[in-house]
Nanobody, 116 residues
């Protein structure tokens, strides 16, 4: 069982920044993709960004240019730097990791609230 511990959420004004962190309980060498998803009230969970073991990244269109995903293999940690935050970014943000062959794990979520 893989455990993921997220941190860094909170309340911020529009235009501000936050950095989310997610620490995995296993070595990054065992992890394929890592990603961040979010779920706003009444909406489906959606991809925010993901990063492969090779460092390739993928972003949802609305996050491109504002959010940056990165990983620190030595710390078993994936980060999401969020800049120029908007009220519509308000959601619970979830860390996700995929472990070969079929493991798919989620963190408990961290609340991000952006005030206008």
């Amino acid at each position: 069982q893989v455990q993921l511990v997220e941190s860094g959420g909170g309340l911020v004004q529009a235009g501000g920044s936050l950095r989310l962190s997610c620490v995995a309980s296993i070595s990054m060498s065992m992890i394929n993709d890592m990603g961040w998803y979010r779920q706003a009230p009444g909406k489906q969970r959606e991809l925010v960004a993901r990063i492969s073991s090779a460092g390739g990244t993928d972003y949802a269109d609305s996050m491109k240019g504002r959010f940056t995903i990165s990983r620190d293999n030595a710390k078993n940690t994936v980060y999401l730097q969020m800049n120029s935050l908007k009220p519509e970014d308000t959601a619970v943000y979830y860390c996700n990791v995929k472990v070969a062959p079929v493991g798919n794990y989620w963190g408990q979520g961290t609340q991000v609230t952006v005030s206008s």
